[in-house]
């Protein structure tokens, strides 16, 4: 923001005009301390929210610097996640990672600093974002040389009230918001137990089949590595192409050459079969999604990527997608699992014995065409949901930005104009903690001379 843009009585000055360098120490071997590492921070929150406790026999060479009340965090790795938070008293005298910018602010509100860290002005500067380009880690020099308008004190306090209010009422928007998505998730998993056991239909009279009865399976082929290409037009459709309901041909692309795909053609599936991801971890029910081929093609499935062939004369493809979808079948699908101790494992035998209710196929068109409908309602609150999250977040940078131009405070500054001249001022705030500065400089310990 330039000068002339600031409200009289505010300055520009650089972070490093305005706070002080913390100390850091190696912990004691046999000390414990709460350890902030930057996967402490809650990037949502903006606030430290899972620390762990360690002892210095244990603590990683990162675990140096000494954190303090009131101190703000700024996480160098990654700027443009804007992992930050305001240290409070649980956390006072503790220890950060090196990763981090730790601003201890003098005679300056430590809130007005936390706020000013969360402003897309900040984030874009030291993420490299207005030079046009987005480097992986920021330098200490790049938070402490950033410019910013400085209200007086009081000003400051009343600015840092009204965000603490405004952005509260914003993060309870949002986090009701964020709750929406899985609400409908579990609303979805409802509906597809419905479908597949008769609670959407009136008309439900079923049989209790296998799957090796309405349907053929055939694993994938254990296609190496080395055949591989970057690009091409027959993609080879691994474990980490399949999610729930759909295939993510974007994830990790692997292709093979026109000769290989024709060589191993009788593993592209078809439009109206069923693939499933068949190795996981184990217990974290990770894998065992399914989806349909609708209108890809030059597909080939690699080794643990299962290809369900179904019986159109018995079971319609979209039923099935279903069916496959749902916890009726993925509590079965699990109860098969086998492996080590990280490597989940669930074979074609087990899948083929799971069984499923099998309604008419006129029945099975039906509930379909009803799942549709529902599902297409959720899609529409989902996209109206995340448009609303978006204008939230959007919100808060302009809460932001306004408090950084003096919006928020243009009547307070009009009712209270002794409050920000004369020694109240930006610039006398400045000339005070310039002297406090000078006073708080740590002391710095002597070099050992080398000794030959």
């Known amino acids: 923001m330039a000068e002339h843009d600031i409200p009289d009585g505010w300055i520009q000055a650089k972070i490093s005009e305005i706070s002080i360098k913390g100390l850091q120490r190696k912990p004691a071997t046999d000390e414990s301390f709460t350890y902030v590492d930057i996967g402490s921070i809650d990037r949502s929150l903006k606030a430290i929210s899972a620390p762990q406790v360690i002892s210095g026999d244990s603590a990683p060479s990162r675990a140096r610097k000494v954190i303090e009340n009131g101190d703000v965090l700024v996480s160098l790795t990654r700027p443009n996640l804007n992992a930050v938070a305001l240290v409070d008293q649980k956390f006072h005298n503790q220890i950060a990672s090196t990763g981090f910018e730790v601003i201890k602010p003098v005679l300056v509100d430590s809130r007005y600093i936390f706020a000013l860290v969360r402003s897309k002005t900040f984030i874009d500067q030291i993420s490299?974002?207005?030079?046009?380009?987005?480097?992986?880690?920021?330098?200490?020099?790049?938070?402490?040389?950033f410019e910013f308008p400085l209200p007086p004190l009081a000003e400051q306090k009343v600015i840092a009230d009204k965000l603490d209010t405004l952005l509260a009422q914003e993060a309870?928007?949002?986090?009701?918001?964020?709750?929406?998505?899985q609400i409908l998730k579990r609303f979805r998993q409802s509906m597809l137990a419905a479908a597949v056991s008769g609670r959407l239909t009136e008309e439900w009279s079923c049989t209790n089949v296998e799957l090796r009865e309405i349907a053929e399976f055939q694993n994938g082929y254990a296609f190496k590595s080395g055949w591989f290409e970057n690009s091409g037009t027959h993609q080879v459709v691994k474990l980490g192409n399949i999610r729930d309901g759909h295939i993510a041909l974007e994830n990790s692309p692997a292709y093979v050459g026109d000769e290989l795909a024709k060589e191993f053609s009788r593993y592209a599936p078809s439009p109206g079969d069923i693939l499933i991801s068949m190795t996981g971890t184990r217990f974290k029910k990770d894998y065992g999604f399914g989806c349909m081929i609708k209108d890809e093609k030059n597909l080939l499935i690699n080794q643990r990527v299962g290809r369900v062939i179904p019986d159109r004369a018995k079971v319609s493809p979209e039923y099935l997608s279903l069916f496959v979808r749902s916890d009726v079948f993925r509590d079965q699908f699990f109860d098969g699992e086998t492996g080590g101790v990280n490597q989940g494992n669930v074979g074609s035998k087990h899948i083929l014995s799971i069984l499923i209710e099998l309604p008419t196929i006129d029945i099975q068109r039906g509930i379909?065409?009803?799942?549709?409908?529902?599902?297409?309602?959720?899609?529409?609150?989902?996209?109206?949901?995340?448009?609303?999250?978006?204008?939230?977040?959007?919100?808060?940078?302009?809460?932001?930005?306004?408090?950084?131009?003096?919006?928020?405070?243009?009547?307070?500054?009009?009712?209270?104009?002794?409050?920000?001249?004369?020694?109240?001022?930006?610039?006398?705030?400045?000339?005070?903690?310039?002297?406090?500065?000078?006073?708080?400089?740590?002391?710095?310990?002597?070099?050992?001379?080398?000794?030959?």
């Open 368 to 452: 379909v065409r009803r799942v549709d409908q529902l599902f297409a309602h959720a899609d529409r609150i989902e996209q109206q949901v995340n448009s609303a999250l978006a204008r939230v977040n959007n919100l808060t940078q302009s809460i932001l930005a306004k408090a950084f131009r003096g919006e928020l405070t243009e009547q307070w500054r009009k009712d209270n104009p002794e409050l920000i001249s004369g020694e109240n001022s930006a610039e006398a705030l400045l000339e005070r903690v310039k002297a406090e500065r000078a006073t708080m400089k740590p002391i710095k310990k002597p070099r050992k001379k080398a000794t030959s």
């Open 128 to 145: 490299g974002v207005v030079q046009g380009a987005l480097y992986p880690a920021a330098k200490s020099s790049d938070v402490q040389n």
């Open 172 to 181: 309870n928007t949002k986090a009701r918001l964020e709750r929406i998505p």
